[in-house]
């Protein structure tokens, strides 16, 4: 694939139209051209492309096809939900009340009232699926949600002067942003095994807790695709040793309506609203983790917040909260009130979806899970976990195939791509040898998941008769098998005019 670069001719145009109308002059453009300083002005034009107008919708839309992408297949990527977002949040969120809004625009009636009302909004629905009384909309990203539940939990222990408190504890079915997140806060992790039917091992937990202990950061359900059975125990246990309990919710979409973490005793949770509420997932962003919090740990949420009062005629008058209100806050995490866009999708989500469909979604995301899991067991592959019901997810381990056959997860993974697949996650969680973590998500229908079972019988038959195929594919992409760590470490990014491309 080429950079539209490449295609540039000497003086290629395309038609010129100026349907709407303004020229930047008539606009103003001149005036504000003439405000700046010589040295800040172009010399020379833009290095452009100069291609027609065709020339650029065939580039883009072949671009767009070479693209994986849920709106065209089914994407089962384990830990991620990559669920099917309904355009309308996307319309809708994109407003152009919305989207014209300058952050710094005051927040009077006409320029900021409406979008503040629906943060406001959100912080209501969210609080109450999570059943805590305290929320910040401003992380950025779930590891960032985790980074403000952490540091507010360690806010929380300096407040009190309680400063021998060295350690959080990370059972090893977690995310791996949660140990990562817990040494960015400068805790020393102490990691707590898994039972082989993939619960916590409660033992060792219980022989891990002391007066060491900050907290703990539990992902349930797990890593694993099960849902911890002794949360109420372990959450006992690191209560009564003084620690707190962090809730890692960016799994929400098993659990969504039918139990919530501030229930079972947990003192803060993040959620991933870019994975459960319709923001498109992937590529790193963009996202957002808001954190939910009890109230020991209100007065350290990062600002600001969305505070509601009422006017001189008793209307609701919305604001954002800041320092003088808070002050033992962490302080903003991000620029202004957070990814706005993202959080205003997550809020025409829960609003068209209500209390009753987000049920359903929970129930649908198990169900499909389950009944994925259970037609690939009757087929002949392995669940790692057979005695427990999936929650929204489930592993395969493929080491029987491996033994066999001489096949390999990473094999299986790149043949689907073949049979138009996104592959599930691979090798993660590390704990199950040649596993794949698969997860449907609510969005998928019947059809489609007898479709991926049928793709991954006949893989196996492949991995058979001629393995050849399997550990050579995958055949139709536009790229094979790369070299992971260059690829991450060395990516081939930048064009140049003068780069010669082989
Ligand atoms: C995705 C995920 C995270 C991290 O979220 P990001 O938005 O990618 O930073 C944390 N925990 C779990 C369980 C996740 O699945």
Redesign the pocket.
């Given at each position: 694939m080429s950079v539209i670069f490449e295609s540039s001719r000497k003086g290629r145009r395309s038609m010129v139209h100026a349907p709407m109308g303004i020229t930047l002059k008539e606009a103003g453009g001149r005036a504000i051209l003439s405000d700046l300083p010589e040295n800040a002005l172009r010399t020379a034009p833009l290095p452009l492309p100069e291609v027609s107008e065709l020339e650029a919708v065939r580039h883009y839309t072949r671009l767009s096809q070479i693209n994986y992408s849920i709106d065209t297949n089914f994407y089962p990527l384990g830990?991620?939900t990559m669920k099917y977002n309904p355009k309308v949040c996307n319309t809708l969120a994109l407003h152009p009340g919305f989207l014209g809004r300058h952050p710094l625009s005051p927040v009077d009636a006409d320029l900021g009232q409406g979008v503040l009302s629906c943060l406001y909004d959100l912080q209501r629905m969210l609080k109450g699926l999570i059943g805590l009384p305290g929320v910040s909309l401003t992380p950025m990203?779930?590891?960032?949600g985790?980074f403000a539940g952490v540091a507010m939990i360690r806010a929380f222990h300096d407040a009190r002067d309680d400063r021998n408190r060295t350690e959080i504890l990370v059972p090893d079915a977690s995310?791996g942003?949660?140990p990562a997140t817990a040494t960015m806060c400068g805790y020393t992790v102490k990691e707590i095994p898994t039972l082989s039917d993939g619960d916590v091992d409660l033992e060792a937990l219980k022989a891990a807790v002391g007066p060491q202990t900050a907290g703990l950061m539990l992902?349930n359900p797990s890593?694993l695709g099960v849902f911890e059975r002794s949360i109420r125990e372990m959450a006992k246990v690191v209560h009564d040793a003084g620690g707190l309990l962090y809730y890692?919710g960016?799994?929400l979409n098993a659990i969504a309506q039918r139990v919530r973490p501030g229930d079972m005793g947990f003192d803060c949770v993040h959620l991933?609203v870019?994975?459960t509420f319709a923001t498109p997932h992937g590529g790193g962003g963009p996202?957002a983790?808001p954190v939910l919090v009890n109230q020991r740990l209100m007065p350290h949420l990062p600002i600001p917040t969305i505070r509601r009062g009422t006017d001189d005629e008793g209307r609701d008058i919305f604001r954002l909260t800041d320092a003088s209100e808070y002050p033992q806050s962490m302080g903003p995490l991000s620029a202004f009130a957070g990814n706005v866009g993202v959080l205003l999708r997550a809020y025409v989500y829960l609003r068209l979806t209500g209390s009753n469909g987000m049920r359903r979604v929970s129930e649908f995301a198990v169900l499909n899970a389950n009944y994925l899991m259970k037609r690939l067991t009757e087929a002949g592959f392995t669940a790692a976990f057979p005695e427990r019901r999936a929650t929204h997810e489930f592993i395969l381990t493929l080491k029987n195939e491996a033994d066999s056959f001489g096949v390999t997860a990473l094999d299986f993974a790149k043949r689907l791509l073949d049979y138009g697949f996104y592959a599930p996650t691979i090798y993660f969680p590390l704990l199950v040898p040649e596993c794949l973590l698969i997860e449907p998500t609510e969005t998928e229908s019947k059809e489609e998941l007898d479709r991926f079972v049928a793709a991954m019988i006949a893989i196996r038959k492949e991995a058979e008769t001629e393995p050849e195929t399997v550990r050579t594919a995958p055949h139709t992409t536009p790229v094979g098998r790369l070299d992971e760590t260059r690829a991450a470490r060395q990516p081939d990014l930048v064009w140049s005019a003068d780069t010669t491309r082989t």
């Open positions: 830990s991620c990203a779930g590891a960032q985790e995310h942003t949660n992902t890593t890692d960016a799994n991933n870019h994975k996202g983790g």
